[in-house]
């Protein structure tokens, strides 16, 4: 699946792939207006896995390196770090840093503060949850032998390593700070972004000025931005009725057309494959979920294939796959997919094998609870299509839909017996897209709680190798079994759609709607 860029030419919805643009001049000044549909349930980058929070903080702080780059052409290059060399055993990673940085509170930016940044996401102290230490766990130990170097000793080879320093999520926090309050982040925005933080009014809006002091000194080309936090259904009246310039986590299909439709050439539409699915997480610290009968009976149950045809048309979600999005260099083939009970292409062949194995669990009229968040696409319509192909065995659902907050405490709390949750995450990347599927051992965002180590030992295994014929090998075993046992089953995954006015220039649709979002670069053509 290849990404689109397009131009709206008509008022009437007739669109054309744009032709190369030839390069503007950025202009300076003006304040960018964007919906964000959610709120962020904490402000500190290490500690949540949503664009809820990423959209409005991620333009506040800086991270050791970044992706940039269209779509197809996603690479890694230094932000904080001016270069980087790795050693030929793959055990040491030396960033040289920028010179002259500054936090915004005035306080210098050292090698010291990657080393607190970076100590505290693998060891994360009392109060502080990291919801990517597991990935980050071979790093052994972090040297900084002069303010402007610091060392990375691996205690194992990471084949995703470099991929990992470049997370939106590892914003760079303050030594000092953290040495005061190691949970500072969550109570105070400060890093050394190109924006400064000015306000949040919750259920209202949060504001960001722009840095002086940022170290790349034509940037930010924005005055400042304010992001609304919205109902994902009043997103297409602000466009319309100009409240907003953006919104960058995504539209449904009919969304786009109603946009193009009545807005014309005044909006430009972007388009991709997503590394972002819905998944459906089972509590199995809760019986009968854990029972692998009962949990394969409930993958088995959801028509995948006929599911991409409808929702596929008025939602977020299409794509039909397994632990990766579809298309990607990761995933398997279709043809073996297509093997796994829950991908089958006989739904009703499925279904009588699911009520047979309810039946032998001795659950055959189950009753369960659904947690779900109160977002409209997709979280809403994904719940309801669930519960639909689960009656059609037999069972009985409760839909409880909470705010995103809430949401991530039941499933953190354990108060649930089936979440709606995703695989999301900045980049197409083993060790990215399993972090969701580790046993709870290994992993802090593990919310089915499962104690399965074969994953967590094959997870290890893959991220070691560096030859990519025998990674690829260990990755597809890896997802056949994670699949099989349905501790976590993937139901869809989505298709991004970003429709922006015309004026917002700078920004480029990455896969992922964690990416890109520091605003760094975005202009105003107005």
């Not at 994902?232 to 299909?253: H, I, K, N, Y």
């Not at 032998?360 to 994904?382: C, D, M, S, Y």
Request: hydrophobic share 40%; proline share 5%; glycine share 8%.
């Amino acid at each position: 699946m290849s990404f689109k860029s397009i131009t709206v030419v008509a008022a009437l919805g007739a669109v054309a792939v744009s032709m190369p643009a030839l390069a503007q001049t950025p202009k300076k000044g003006g304040t960018l207006q964007f919906a964000v549909v959610a709120e962020p349930p904490t402000t500190d980058c290490h500690g949540t896995t949503t664009f809820a929070m990423v959209h409005p903080v991620a333009p506040q702080y800086s991270t050791l390196l970044k992706l940039t780059g269209p779509h197809d052409n996603i690479k890694v290059v230094g932000d904080l770090a001016e270069s980087w060399e790795q050693s030929a055993d793959g055990l040491t990673y030396t960033f040289k840093l920028r010179k002259g940085v500054k936090f915004h509170d005035g306080s210098d930016f050292t090698s010291a503060d990657i080393k607190a940044t970076y100590e505290r996401i693998i060891n994360p102290p009392e109060g502080v949850v990291s919801a990517r230490k597991a990935v980050h766990s071979d790093i052994g130990e972090i040297l900084t032998p002069d303010a402007h170097t610091v060392v990375f000793k691996m205690k194992q080879v990471n084949a995703s390593m470099v991929l990992h320093f470049a997370s939106p999520f590892n914003c760079v926090y303050s030594a000092a700070e953290l040495a005061k309050d190691p949970t500072y982040p969550s109570k105070k925005v400060m890093g050394t972004g190109a924006f400064q933080f000015v306000e949040y009014v919750k259920g209202s809006h949060w504001v960001g000025k722009k840095f002086d002091g940022y170290f790349l000194k034509d940037r930010p080309y924005l005055d400042g931005f304010k992001a609304f936090f919205v109902k994902s259904e009043a997103v297409v009246l602000g466009m319309r009725g100009g409240q907003f310039d953006a919104e960058f986590r995504g539209r449904t299909p009919a969304e786009r057309d109603q946009l193009v439709s009545t807005m014309g050439d005044q909006v430009t539409v972007q388009e991709g494959p997503w590394i972002t699915n819905i998944l459906l997480s089972f509590n199995t610290s809760k019986k009968p979920f854990d029972d692998e009968r009962v949990r394969r009976a409930l993958t088995l149950a959801i028509d995948r294939w006929g599911g991409s045809e409808s929702l596929g048309k008025v939602t977020l979600i299409k794509g039909v796959s397994g632990v990766f999005r579809p298309g990607a260099s990761w995933s398997l083939p279709v043809s073996e997919l297509e093997k796994i009970p829950g991908f089958w292409r006989d739904a009703n062949k499925s279904r009588e094998e699911a009520k047979r194995l309810l039946k032998e669990a001795g659950v055959p009229n189950l009753k369960l609870k659904l947690l779900n968040r109160t977002i409209a696409q997709p979280f809403t319509p994904a719940g309801i299509y669930a519960i639909d192909q689960w009656r059609r065995i037999g069972v009985e659902t409760e839909h409880v839909q909470v705010e995103t907050k809430l949401w991530f405490d039941g499933m953190a709390n354990g108060n649930f017996d089936v979440a709606v949750q995703n695989i999301s995450d900045f980049a197409d990347d083993p060790n990215a897209q399993f972090n969701t599927l580790l046993s709870t051992k290994a992993s802090s965002i593990a919310y089915s709680r499962h104690t399965d180590t074969r994953i967590d030992d094959l997870y290890k295994k893959q991220s070691g190798t560096v030859d990519p014929v025998e990674r690829m090998k260990i990755v597809n075993e890896l997802e056949r079994y994670t699949l099989e046992k349905a501790y976590n089953i993937p139901l869809l995954w989505y298709q991004r759609i970003v429709v922006n006015h015309k004026k917002v220039k700078g920004w480029e649709l990455p896969p992922s709607h964690f990416a890109g979002q520091t605003l760094v670069d975005v202009w105003l053509d107005q």
